[in-house]
């Protein structure tokens, strides 16, 4: 089964670009070690790092069908960092590797403990139901 794995972190403008190079270094290499294993086991189906909240806009269809913008929304608690699509054989595995992200290091090494929601990927309707 699929399931989405979504990292939020702290606001925009505080946290990873401010951290030092070596606590930086430390972080990109527990992801890409992180990822590497999932793509190994066979796991991994996607996993992206995505812009920070001051280059997002919510788009809407406007009267006329041509796209509305709204945004951007620095000012947010917390934002989504970075995503994973794993394809594991249960929702325990899926919490276990969500797990793993959340205890990312940051500063001087110490886990992050960063909320990972973990959420099922829904499969295509039955072809009786399109």
Known sequence: MKYILMMNTMRAGEGVPQWPQ????????????????LRESGELVAAEGL???DQAKVVRAGKDGMPATDGVFPE???FLAGFWIVDVESAERAYAIAARISAAPGPGGA????????????????????
Do not use: C, Y
């Open 22 to 37: 070596k606590d930086l270094q430390a972080h990109i290499g527990f992801m890409m070690g992180l990822n590497r294993g």
């Open 51 to 53: 812009g920070f909240p």
């Open 76 to 78: 947010g608690k917390e």
């Open 111 to 130: 886990p992050l403990n960063m909320p990972v929601e973990v959420r099922p990927v829904m499969s295509a309707p039955p072809p009786e139901m399109m």
